[in-house]
């Protein structure tokens, strides 16, 4: 028995359908490689007994034939989505000691498909960050160089696929969360549209942005994956009921490409660009041999998307983390007081700066007084931008554009200054305030680092993403790139 730790997810399916190994022996790969790279700080949370004994049952389920194509594949889920039996930190003080009752949908679905957890994902404190130096359980370093950050907030999620410590995970994009440690790391991540994944189980951010997605190594295990997460679910009021019934053949069909789209540039993501440049231009001429066709379009309100996206997550954040109060959930003060000081204290110890930081800008943003300069304000911009993508999509099918401005940056070079931080998500926040799906692929490599490039496209067309993403990663092989030493 040999396993390829970096076997894509089809190659894995097949094996285990044709019976070359079983679920426990790919597990206890997965585990072991796991522990071989602890450096890296990936994984807050491995129960090898649970994922084994998940493992056995996936096998004892392949033998008496009620196999799907993902049964016995191991994963890991990032740590915002709650597990019963396993902590749920959120990569926050406030959770270290939290077990949810009760599965996510997205973790309750893979699971009944058969998908073996493997271990929970290093974060940024409850999914702020772009760098994952926000977790409480310490920074993750990038596998390309363990100098760099790997993005955030799924940074742990992007590592442990880059590594070659599983073959996909989970994240979550509120602004780019699942697309940036993607193109840090050299891989393939994919946020879906706002709806088309159940938000019951995922802990809070910004409730009208947060969606959960994937991070793997091709569009293609993308596609194998998803449909099984995928869906509308009654115990989320924004989740969609829109069916998809080619997303859902992709549980039994593998991946085609698409041909001849009309693919939009948007000239602002361009003017200036500077490192991804050159990677973008030689993917479009790609393409364009491929038979896509291009174009220009304008986003005109997008370089306003910072200071809106970051004043409405920011609100949204200030709201749903009240709910840690000590009382209910989560990290308590030793001997209160008084109410106020059990308060005060739970919530000054167990939240970490950036997370407090939040919480009082979005409290400022929704003060009497403030909610219409700031808030209100906000609101607006965000309709206008929606309006831009809209317009866009009138005359063509998709868009292409860079997901970061650059490469993984150093550990500790931005953490002294937020704004700067913020500015990484200048690619990724339009697409998150629109609610489209948008993905990033590997597409080129500077200095010896990975870079992405973001495909966009209209509400509800994983279709279209997924089948042109296909077409660009049959004819390159910037995704089959690994770090080296892993
Ligand atoms: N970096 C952005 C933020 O800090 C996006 C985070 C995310 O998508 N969860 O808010």
């Given at each position: 028995?040999?396993?390829?730790?970096?076997?894509?997810?089809?190659?894995?399916?097949?094996?285990?359908?044709?019976?070359?190994?079983?679920?426990?022996?790919?597990?206890?790969?997965?585990?072991?490689?796991?522990?071989?790279?602890?450096?890296?700080n990936?994984?807050?949370?491995?129960?090898?007994?649970?994922?084994?004994?998940?493992?056995?049952?996936?096998?004892?389920?392949?033998?008496?034939?009620?196999?799907?194509?993902?049964?016995?594949?191991?994963?890991?889920?990032?740590?915002?989505?709650?597990?019963?039996?396993?902590?749920?930190?959120?990569g926050?003080?406030?959770?270290?000691?939290?077990?949810?009752?009760?599965?996510?949908?997205?973790?309750?679905?893979?699971?009944?498909?058969?998908?073996?957890?493997?271990?929970?994902?290093?974060?940024d404190e409850?999914?702020m960050g772009s760098s994952n130096e926000n977790s409480h359980f310490g920074s993750v370093a990038n596998?390309?160089?363990?100098d760099r950050v790997p993005g955030g907030s799924?940074g742990?999620?992007?590592?442990?696929?880059?590594?070659?410590?599983?073959?996909?995970?989970?994240?979550?994009?509120?602004?780019?969360?699942?697309?940036?440690?993607?193109?840090f790391?050299?891989?393939?991540?994919?946020?879906?549209?706002?709806?088309?994944?159940?938000?019951?189980?995922?802990?809070?951010?910004?409730?009208?942005?947060?969606?959960?997605?994937?991070?793997?190594?091709?569009?293609?295990?993308?596609?194998?994956?998803?449909?099984?997460?995928?869906?509308?679910?009654?115990?989320?009021?924004?989740?969609?009921?829109?069916?998809?019934?080619?997303?859902?053949?992709?549980?039994?069909?593998?991946?085609?490409?698409?041909?001849?789209?009309?693919?939009?540039?948007?000239?602002?993501?361009?003017?200036?660009?500077?490192?991804?440049?050159?990677?973008?231009?030689?993917?479009?001429?790609?393409?364009?041999?491929?038979?896509?066709?291009?174009?220009?379009?304008?986003?005109?309100?997008?370089?306003?998307?910072?200071?809106?996206?970051?004043?409405?997550?920011?609100?949204?954040?200030?709201?749903?983390?009240?709910?840690?109060?000590?009382?209910?959930?989560?990290?308590?003060?030793?001997?209160?007081?008084?109410?106020?000081?059990?308060?005060?204290?739970?919530?000054?110890?167990?939240?970490g700066t950036e997370v407090k930081r939040r919480?009082?800008?979005?409290?400022?943003?929704?003060?009497?007084?403030?909610?219409?300069?700031?808030?209100?304000?906000?609101?607006?911009?965000?309709?206008?931008?929606?309006?831009?993508?809209?317009?866009?999509?009138?005359?063509?099918?998709?868009?292409?554009?860079?997901?970061?401005?650059?490469?993984a940056f150093r550990r500790g070079e931005l953490t002294d200054d937020p704004v700067a931080m913020y500015q990484q998500d200048?690619?990724?926040?339009?697409?998150?305030?629109?609610?489209?799906?948008?993905?990033?692929?590997?597409?080129?490599?500077?200095?010896?680092?990975?870079?992405?490039?973001?495909?966009?496209?209209?509400?509800?067309?994983?279709?279209?993403?997924?089948?042109?993403?296909?077409?660009?990663?049959?004819?390159?092989?910037?995704?089959?790139?690994?770090?080296?030493?892993?």
């Amino acid at each position: 028995m040999s396993i390829d730790s970096f076997a894509s997810l089809s190659q894995l399916s097949r094996s285990l359908a044709a019976g070359e190994f079983s679920s426990q022996e790919l597990t206890r790969h997965f585990l072991k490689r796991a522990h071989s790279y602890t450096g890296l700080n990936a994984f807050i949370t491995i129960d090898e007994d649970q994922a084994l004994t998940q493992a056995e049952t996936a096998d004892d389920d392949r033998t008496a034939g009620r196999a799907t194509r993902v049964t016995g594949i191991p994963i890991a889920y990032k740590d915002i989505f709650c597990t019963r039996d396993l902590l749920t930190t959120c990569g926050s003080g406030m959770l270290h000691n939290f077990v949810a009752p009760y599965d996510a949908t997205v973790v309750e679905r893979l699971r009944a498909a058969g998908v073996v957890t493997l271990g929970k994902a290093n974060m940024d404190e409850f999914a702020m960050g772009s760098s994952n130096e926000n977790s409480h359980f310490g920074s993750v370093a990038n596998p390309w160089d363990t100098d760099r950050v790997p993005g955030g907030s799924s940074g742990g999620s992007a590592c442990i696929v880059a590594a070659g410590l599983a073959p996909a995970a989970t994240g979550t994009d509120t602004g780019g969360s699942i697309r940036q440690p993607a193109a840090f790391c050299g891989i393939t991540g994919f946020k879906p549209t706002y709806g088309r994944v159940s938000r019951y189980g995922m802990v809070a951010f910004a409730s009208s942005l947060d969606q959960g997605g994937l991070l793997a190594r091709s569009a293609a295990d993308v596609a194998l994956l998803l449909p099984f997460m995928a869906g509308f679910d009654p115990r989320d009021a924004t989740s969609s009921p829109t069916t998809d019934t080619w997303l859902e053949a992709c549980r039994e069909q593998p991946l085609e490409p698409v041909e001849g789209l009309t693919i939009g540039i948007p000239e602002q993501y361009f003017d200036g660009l500077d490192v991804p440049a050159a990677a973008i231009d030689a993917a479009r001429a790609e393409l364009e041999t491929a038979g896509f066709s291009f174009r220009s379009v304008s986003l005109p309100h997008s370089a306003a998307a910072i200071p809106a996206y970051y004043i409405i997550a920011g609100a949204e954040a200030s709201t749903n983390l009240s709910r840690y109060d000590g009382v209910r959930f989560g990290h308590r003060c030793e001997s209160p007081q008084s109410l106020e000081d059990l308060y005060e204290r739970s919530r000054s110890e167990g939240f970490g700066t950036e997370v407090k930081r939040r919480i009082l800008t979005g409290t400022y943003a929704l003060s009497v007084g403030y909610f219409d300069a700031y808030y209100l304000k906000a609101q607006k911009i965000r309709r206008l931008i929606q309006q831009d993508f809209l317009d866009a999509f009138e005359s063509v099918d998709l868009l292409l554009a860079p997901t970061t401005p650059d490469v993984a940056f150093r550990r500790g070079e931005l953490t002294d200054d937020p704004v700067a931080m913020y500015q990484q998500d200048i690619f990724t926040v339009p697409a998150s305030l629109a609610g489209l799906p948008a993905m990033s692929l590997p597409c080129g490599v500077h200095q010896g680092l990975p870079l992405g490039m973001q495909l966009i496209g209209p509400h509800f067309a994983e279709q279209l993403l997924l089948r042109t993403a296909e077409a660009f990663q049959r004819r390159t092989d910037w995704h089959q790139r690994r770090p080296e030493g892993y």
